[in-house]
Nanobody
């Protein structure tokens, strides 16, 4: 079982920055991809960014050039640096990771979510 703990959300003015963190804990697994998705009220959950264990990353079109994803494999932690925030970035941000157990079973886990609110 993997437990994800997110932190760093909050209220910020448009043009400001926030940094989200998500730490994975547990035993008996290795982590492949880690990432962030978000869901605004009345909208579907969408990919924000994802990063492989080797550091390859991809981003949703709406955040390219403004957000940066990174990870610390030794700490099983993924970060999301969000710059030039816009009101439309307001959403609940969810961390997720894809793991493989020592017995070879793949699984995906999600965090509880952290609210990001950008005021205009």
């Amino acid at each position: 079982q993997v437990h994800l703990v997110e932190s760093g959300g909050g209220l910020v003015q448009a043009g400001g920055s926030l940094r989200l963190s998500c730490a994975a804990s547990g035993t008996g697994f290795s982590i492949n991809f880690m990432g962030w998705s978000r869901q605004a009220p009345g909208k579907q959950r969408e990919l924000v960014a994802a990063i492989s264990s080797g550091g390859a990353s991809n981003y949703g079109d709406s955040v390219k050039g403004r957000f940066t994803i990174s990870r610390d494999n030794a700490k099983n932690t993924v970060y999301l640096q969000m710059n030039s925030l816009k009101p439309e970035d307001t959403a609940v941000y969810y961390c997720n990771c894809n793991t493989v157990s020592w017995s070879g079973v793949p699984q995906q886990y999600w965090g509880q979510g952290t609210q990001v609110t950008v005021s205009s």
